[in-house]
């Protein structure tokens, strides 16, 4: 069974600050995406890495696939209370598996 | 280009009724996923459907619950005789193909309300 742990679960940093989210497995994924989720709303898709080694990035968010493909971060740069939610990393392929989110609260 | 719609938002049943909910998928989409959102817990995979046939219904409840994807019209998530257990987010996505590098794109929810 395909598993995905993220960590840490939950995160409350001060405006300005950077942080570091991980998604582990011990599974080989083909590629595995980054949603965010508000409360009361769907996930919303920020980026899915395909290539082992790959990193990409979307403004203050740099997201990067491990070599083995097993692993993913996620790095936000002077985070901002924007930035606040619930960060969640999915893989599988058509039956998407989730981590278990990291809850992110930025203070300003 | 709408996104993936779902309705109702918010649905309130009380225990032993029928809960329906809606997906249409986003435009030029053909495959449809459900996945339930419980308190304190991740989203999991329910069923995956395309036009007409479901492909994969490997985390649906064996009872209750059934899923329809027609020719015409939205996706049907529809759960019988409720319990407050099934108190949770629905949400439906969709994507243009299957596979790792098809994404899913996710709608709104709903959220059943069990009394």
């Known amino acids: 069974t395909q598993l995905l742990e993220q960590s840490p679960q939950f995160l409350s940093i001060q405006e300005g600050e950077n942080l570091t989210v991980y998604c582990n497995s011990s599974?080989?994924?083909?590629?595995l995406q980054w949603y965010r989720q508000e409360p009361g709303e769907g996930p919303v898709l920020l980026v899915t890495?395909?290539?082992?080694?790959e990193v990409k990035k979307l403004k203050r968010l740099t997201f990067q696939f491990g070599d083995a493909r097993k692993d993913s971060s996620l790095h936000i740069t002077a985070a901002q209370p924007g930035d606040t939610g619930l960060y969640l990393c999915?893989?599988?392929?058509?039956?998407?598996?989730f981590g278990q989110g990291t809850e992110l609260s930025v203070k300003p | 280009n709408a996104g993936v719609m779902q309705n109702p938002r918010h649905l309130v049943r009380r225990r032993g009724q029928e809960a329906r909910l809606r997906c249409s998928p986003m435009?030029?989409?053909?495959?449809v996923y459900w996945y339930r959102q419980l308190p304190e817990e991740g989203l999991k995979f329910m069923v995956y459907?395309?036009?007409?046939?479901?492909?994969?219904e490997s985390g649906m409840p064996k009872e209750r619950f059934s899923a329809e994807f027609p020719k015409e019209g939205p996706s049907i998530l529809r759960i019988q005789q409720v319990v407050r257990g099934d108190s949770a987010a629905y949400f439906c996505?969709?994507?243009?193909?299957?596979?790792?590098?098809?994404?899913?794109?996710f709608g709104p929810g709903t959220r059943l309300t069990v009394t």
């Open positions: 996505a969709s994507s243009l193909r299957t596979g790792g590098d098809y994404e899913q794109y």
């Open positions: 599974s080989v994924f083909s590629s």
């Open positions: 890495v395909v290539t082992g080694g």
């Open positions: 999915a893989g599988g392929g058509g039956k998407l598996i």
């Open positions: 435009k030029g989409h053909s495959h």
């Open positions: 459907l395309q036009k007409e046939n479901i492909i994969d």
